[in-house]
């Protein structure tokens, strides 16, 4: 599904203050694979996924996608193979614009916006049964604007945005940082039940052990710019949180 | 009552450059500087059109495509240049200047004996002509916006200004948003120079300094004083902000009636637009 090769980044280059951030990445991440990402702050994850992204642009290496080559593709024109979670719940979602107009912008994200009224009663309904299913009654607030809700709420909903359109892989980068423990635990259970009932290929990034035990069927660790370890479905459920912490 | 009269059709007929601010202000964060340039552009277009006995209507779409390549030029410069979104409208602006006196060929030209837009529509009344004929075009303009920001490519244009990361993940070319925008709001304000040309009967090539304050004022105005029109859905948010242009024509023309000396008119101007601003971060200090 995701093939990445001798990937490069450095940020700053020839100056004093040069970091090589990504110092060649080889990754194959296969279909329906959901890989935890972790890594102490500095490592280099978030600058893998910006890189597979399409918000930094690598000096180095390939990365494609379903088989195409994606590296030069612009951050926009990559909204077609996979949607996004970002950290902070507010980079998700449009906090002036109404939910519904949230969710309409959302079930265009591979196709053209064109000039035509896309928002009618059968979109309206569908959007309400969709945010029904997040059981946190919220179904009723379709008018309200995205802002007055509460970060687990907006990115519970972030999250059943991304499923508006055809969405093959999810990118959840920290999903759960900014938000407190209830609602973390709430918004990875979501997030969970709709890549597996969606047959998601994910890739998420946290620092939260647990989460990283808990959920994904294999986990990656990165260490100055490179994989260091790779632990692949049978071995990850017989991984231990002693033996996680000790790879810090 | 002469000049109640003057200050409405002012009002509505620069509530199309009320709209242009509006789309540049709130949907894209952008004070866009090129309204300046762009006003006069509109007026200078009209009056060469229209002294050369080019149907109004014609005139109306030069207009409206001069004021749109103004804004594609700033819209440009700051995607693709790089230049921050103030400097960008400033450059296009000040190259305006030259440009509206180029096409003009002097610094006055007076629509003496054309046929107008007002023309158009046969009521002998003149005052009645010209405000129907005003009102239908800034009501038509306004349907229209209403309409395209009600699209999903409008959804998508609002969504540009308000959270640039999460449109870029959904698959928007931000930049060419911006551009598109841009362009639209400065077609709006050139139609403000043409209604304003015809109105007044001249085109001169000042007539658009310091314009994109009165814009600015007029919008922050109509959204401080009709709020609860704002929260009623996009064209009832338009509305407010035609009628805004109104309420800030009227304030103006009141303070000339009171005997004001008109050299003061700019300093009112800016007087009230900094105190809407400083209220509304008064308020949100407060609440801090």
Known sequence: MIEINNLHLTFNKGEANEVNVLRGINLEIKAQEFVVLVGANGSG???LLNALAGTV??????IKIEGKDITHLKEYERSKFLSRIFQNPLQGTAPDLSILDNFRLASLRTQSKHLHIGINQNFKDLVREKIRTLNLGLEDKWQQPMGTLS???RQALTLLMATMDDCKIMFLDEPTAALDPKSSAIVMEKANEIISTNHLTALLITHQLKDALKYGNRILMMEEGVISKDIHSEE?????????FGWF | MDFIITAVIQGIGFSALGLGIFLSLRIFNIPDITTDGSYTLGGVITAICLTHHVHPLVTLLAALAGGMIAGTLTGLI????KVNALLSGILVMTALYSINLAILGRSNLPLIGANDYFGLL???NPFLQQIISILLFVIVLSLIISWILRTDFGIAMRATGNSEVMVRAMGVNTNKMK???????NGCTALSGYLLTQYQGFADINMGIGIVISGLGSVMVGETLFKPLVKRGIFF???AIILGCLTFRLILALALSAGIDPNYLRLITALIVLLIVALGNLKSWKQA
């Open chain 2, 237 to 239: 948010h338009l509305l």
């Open chain 2, 179 to 185: 551009i598109i925008g841009l362009a639209i709001a």
């Open chain 1, 236 to 244: 990850k459920s017989f991984l231990k949180m002693e033996e996680l």
């Open chain 1, 151 to 153: 970060g687990g709420q």
């Open chain 2, 78 to 81: 700051h995607t693709h240049l």
């Open chain 2, 122 to 124: 046969p009521i002998a």
């Open chain 1, 57 to 62: 642009t690598p000096d180095k290496g390939t």
């Open chain 1, 45 to 47: 994850k978030s600058s």
